[in-house]
């Protein structure tokens, strides 16, 4: 990416920029209802904490990103994809749905896609194992590395 300021506005959509720059969500939750972590090849590594009500709709989605701009990008459109809906519906999220939402993630930066989603479904995978195992979460992991 340029160091130019002008060229990353003029080279990227609304919808990426908001996302790049978007450090709300960027907050590790001490019990989450759902935990997830992946670091890519590139070195990159995304972790997702999930808060999920009883009705099984996905209230927040915390985020920490150790990468690039297309990484924290990634992160955020999942989140916000995510918020609201069901974690039946939301097992749907994918790096291709993320990608054309962002509309200008670099086909070269795709595997960020994939590292953000994979990071959400292993907190949705976290989420069911400690609602099948509730004695699980007070042994849950804090999201500290």
């Known amino acids: 990416m340029s160091a130019d300021p002008l060229e990353f506005i003029e080279h990227h959509s609304p919808e990426f920029i908001e996302m790049a720059s978007d450090y709300h969500r960027m907050e590790r939750l ?7 972590k992946r670091t890519g ?10 808060t999920i009500r009883d009705d ?12 690039c701009l297309n990484t924290v990008a990634t992160a955020n459109t999942v989140a916000f994809m995510s918020e609201g809906k069901t974690v039946a519906d939301a097992w749907d999220i ?3 749905k993320v990608a054309d939402y962002l509309k200008t993630l670099e086909e070269d930066h795709f595997h960020c896609a994939e590292l953000a ?3 959400f479904c292993l907190a949705l ?13 007070s042994y849950a992991h804090s999201g500290k590395s």
């Open 30 to 36: 001490a019990h989450p209802d759902g935990y997830g």
């Open 41 to 50: 090849d590139c070195g990159d590594t995304v972790e997702m904490f999930l």
């Open 56 to 67: 099984g709709v996905i209230d927040a989605v915390s985020i920490q990103v150790d990468g």
């Open 94 to 96: 994918t790096p291709e």
């Open 117 to 119: 989603v994979g990071a």
């Open 125 to 137: 995978v976290n989420y069911r194992d400690m609602k099948q195992n509730s004695w699980k979460k």
